[in-house]
């Protein structure tokens, strides 16, 4: 039977059962299943699973809608690598891509407003978010050649910075500013805490609290992100005999540079009093728990672990630190003390890290109003860095070169092009595909100089301009 009549054209829908579709929405529907939804995704999409971004069976995303999560996923990743990318200039995008792919329907229009992409935004699934970041870090783990670990191990690096966000009532209730700034002169302030892995760079798990919560503790929450035969490396500010002792628990080792009043409560009687020594020693645990581990957690740790420590100098010109003292459980005495000293050195890329992806990625201040909203901004931001760090580990294998001295900026600054330049290939997988092996063979020559132990003093060669702060 035919649903529709001649007379009655509004009728068929309601006796028949079948909802009308507009013209947008079925041209939209098309425009998302067609490979050509954006530049992005013809770039990056090989590194994220498309299951994760299709329609679900229930909730928000199983209706079809103008912006569904795919379309909204790769327009948010979109603002975070681009810019000063607003959501404006995300419609805008989507606008432009629709006009393009259907001219001469004239029924197909969007609203210019940007109320239905935000709503759209905050409905994307923070699992789905979290599930992706794993999948990319994973993906760069089993990429890792057989050859390059150290010593046979997996070596994680920890460190923490802060991030700001626009000062809102509600992010200054989740993220209150310091007290020591007047109400209405400061901005809401965050502590991130970060693992990132050593020889890829990918960030593996990151942990945020407010400017009260201290690094240790959420260094304690990323313990879960850790695997069996993983080597920790982190600076002073993390190490404490509960946390070794909690990190031998899980089967992790740990290098960890002592600080010097643990040097002289804890195990200061059993150093050598020379200037270099690489000596085993036992650290007993504290004779009081730390208010933030329970009488519990505090009865589980061992009486005492065994401990190598190792302490050499630094004769590198412009080095503040002139002396080391490393405290490791490597107990094997295979592992020369000179590769732990270099290995304790090159925990410094975790900074750089940072510097990319929050200088290069703009995540040092963030712009979303809202706590639920900042945590997708964070999220989306940690998927954008990891994706840039996939290609550079693709073309560093595709063209056989060391991955330490790829530039991420410059693989940023490569993407952004080539991924607007895919946008006049459709339907050419040829063509696609021979763009992106350009790309990443330019990714591949754009390399930074290889000067170890270089003098960079913290200097300013450009005085910014001094203005009057409005406290």
């Known amino acids: 039977m035919n649903p529709s009549t001649p007379f009655f054209k509004r009728f068929g829908p309601l006796l028949f059962g079948k909802p009308p579709v507009s013209a947008l929405a079925e ?57 000063n990318g607003s959501c404006r200039e995300a419609v805008r995008k989507v606008m432009a891509l629709v006009r393009r792919k259907f001219p001469r329907e004239k029924d197909v229009a969007m609203s210019e407003a940007s109320s239905s992409y935000c709503q759209a935004r905050a409905k994307i699934p923070l699992d789905v978010l979290d599930k992706i970041n794993t999948h990319l870090v994973e993906r760069m783990q089993n990429h890792i050649p057989d050859g390059a670990l150290w010593h046979g191990r997996h070596v994680k690096l920890v460190d923490g910075t802060g991030l ?49 919560t201290h690094e240790s503790k959420l260094f304690q929450a990323l313990w879960s992100a850790l695997q069996k035969g993983d080597l920790l490396v982190c600076d002073r500010g993390f190490c404490s005999f509960g946390a070794i002792a909690n990190l031998l628990l899980r089967r992790v080792d740990s290098l960890m540079r002592l600080p010097v009043n643990k040097i002289r409560k804890a195990i200061g009687a059993q150093l050598p009093k020379t200037a270099n020594f690489d000596v085993t020693v036992t650290w007993k645990r504290p004779m009081q728990r730390v208010p933030s581990m329970t009488p ?45 000293a270099d290995l304790y050195f090159r925990r410094w890329g975790i900074e750089l890290h940072f510097r990319e992806i929050k200088i290069s990625l703009n ?78 063979r330019a990714i591949a020559r754009d390399l930074n100089p290889h000067r170890p132990g270089r003098s960079e003093p913290p200097s300013q060669k450009t005085p910014h301009e001094k203005l009057s702060s409005i406290n």
């Open 296 to 340: 519990e957690e505090f009865a589980q740790l061992p009486e005492a672990i065994p401990v190598r420590v190792v302490r050499y100098t630094i004769a590198h010109p412009g080095f503040r630190t002139q002396s080391v003292t490393i405290v490791t459980t490597l107990l094997d005495a295979s592992i020369p003390a000179a590769d732990i």
């Open 363 to 440: 995540m040092d201040v963030l712009r979303c109003l809202s706590p639920a909203m900042i945590e997708r901004e964070l999220r989306m931001h940690y998927i954008a860095y990891n994706i840039i760090r996939s290609v550079m580990q693709k073309a560093a294998l595709t063209h056989d070169v060391d991955l330490r001295r790829l530039s991420f900026k410059g693989c940023l600054d490569t993407v952004r092009q080539f991924a607007n330049a895919t946008s006049g290939a459709e339907d050419k997988p040829r063509t696609i595909s021979a763009m992106i092996y350009e790309m990443l």
């Open 164 to 212: 700001s966000m626009p000062d809102t009532p509600p992010n200054q209730a989740r993220w209150p500013q310091s007290k020591n700034q007047k109400p209405g002169c400061g901005f809401p302030a965050m502590n991130l805490v970060g693992i990132f892995c050593l020889l890829t760079g990918a960030l593996v798990q990151a942990a945020h609290g407010d400017r009260h």
């Open 27 to 83: 041209a939209f529907s098309k425009f998302s299943e067609c490979g050509s939804l954006s530049q992005l995704r013809k770039t990056f999409g090989a590194y994220i699973p498309q299951a994760l971004l299709a329609r679900t069976s229930c909730g928000d995303n199983s209706r079809r809608r103008l912006f569904s999560l795919d379309v909204v996923f790769w327009s948010f990743f979109d603002q975070v690598q681009t810019p």
